[in-house]
């Protein structure tokens, strides 16, 4: 069995935000030579998420007012007791747990087999600062 790992490193200028990051998935699956197996994509930060969705504008946005909707950014210590600690990202844990913490995606063929549509992406909440994604390959 072959296994292919690498880190993938981004800093997100705003505070919340979505990146694109299935060509740099995909470009580690080709250097991976595995033909038929499993690509694992895996947030390393508790304040970062990897999902699959559809790359379109308009439900970007929607996530982003939904995710404020339910975990308002607040650095006040009133709202998140975690901010009581002299963090102020008590919301950026929240939104990660809902958007998740990784994505596996079946290699068939050399590709990433995808649905219709899908692709994957790097979820910031507690931006401007640089963070890791990992990607790991196993198959043969």
Known sequence: ????????????????????????V???????????GLCLVNAMHITASVFINDDEPGLHDDYKRWLEELAPFDPSPERYAHNRTGEDNGDAHHKRQIMGR??????????LDFGPWEQIFYGEFDGKRPKRVLVKILGE
């Open 1 to 24: 069995m072959k296994s292919h790992t690498t880190y993938l490193s981004f800093t997100v200028p705003a505070r919340m935000g979505f990146v694109n990051i299935t060509p740099d």
């Open 26 to 36: 995909e470009a580690e699956v080709s250097k991976s030579g595995v033909r038929e």
């Open 102 to 111: 990784e994505v596996v995606v079946a290699v068939t063929r050399g590709k």
